[in-house]
């Protein structure tokens, strides 16, 4: 008997809230800004952290933004850049990172009371030998009881989630739309130097929807190829 076609699936569908978030905008690295809403990547991040397999990925579908959105900012001390492992390695008890030497002040615009609907499939690996109910019976067993494989967070690791529950549709989307910009979708692990691929991101009241496939970076794509043809 064949397995059901994936788009026969209803959604698997959870709900996640922080006091805080911050989904930074690639293009600003070194002051972090925050997209309005949830990423399709951070989505998934939440999802792999409550329920994770090598036989399966998810897609996120649709993100519903169920809170308004309201805005923070924050100035902090870090560091520029940390020390590699082979370093720390070579050098052992020998070495002696200075903080101070490499500190800077850096800003933050960030999320505040924030709380997420997300929809996801699903999608099995080639290797995979379980049939995809099998995952979705124990995805929804956990999110019962409120499991976690780590604990998840909202874009930034100091931003944790504060709670993750079964979706409640009392809860409405919020009636707002804009358009966000370029977002990344997922990373392609096609070729042997994986690619980003991305989308143009539409909040329609209170709602983002993901399509199923992205657009790579042209000119990114060009320096990878370049880059494989050399070490070929």
Known sequence: MSKPARESYPALVMEVRGDFACFTRPELKAERVSYP????????????AIFW???????????DVLNEIKWFSIRRNEVTDAPSL??????????????????DQRNTVALRDVAYRIHAQIEL???ATAHVAKYRDQFHRRIERGASFTHPYLGTREFSCTDFSA?????QPIMRSEDLGVMLLRIDYAS????????TAQLHQGVL????????????????????????
Request: proline share 11%.
């Open 53 to 63: 397999k090598p036989e399966f990925d998810y897609r996120i579908e649709q993100i």
């Open 125 to 127: 690996k080639p290797h």
């Open 192 to 199: 042997p130097t994986p690619r980003s691929l991305w989308f």
């Open 86 to 103: 082979s370093t720390v390695l070579k050098e052992g008890r020998r070495y002696h990172f200075r903080a101070p030497d490499k500190r």
């Open 37 to 48: 809403v949830m990423t399709p990547s951070a989505a998934r991040g939440v999802l792999q």
């Open 167 to 171: 979706p409640d549709y009392s809860n």
């Open 209 to 232: 929807k993901v399509p199923r496939e992205g657009i790579h970076d042209p000119a990114r794509d060009a320096e990878i190829d370049t880059a494989e043809r050399r070490r070929a």
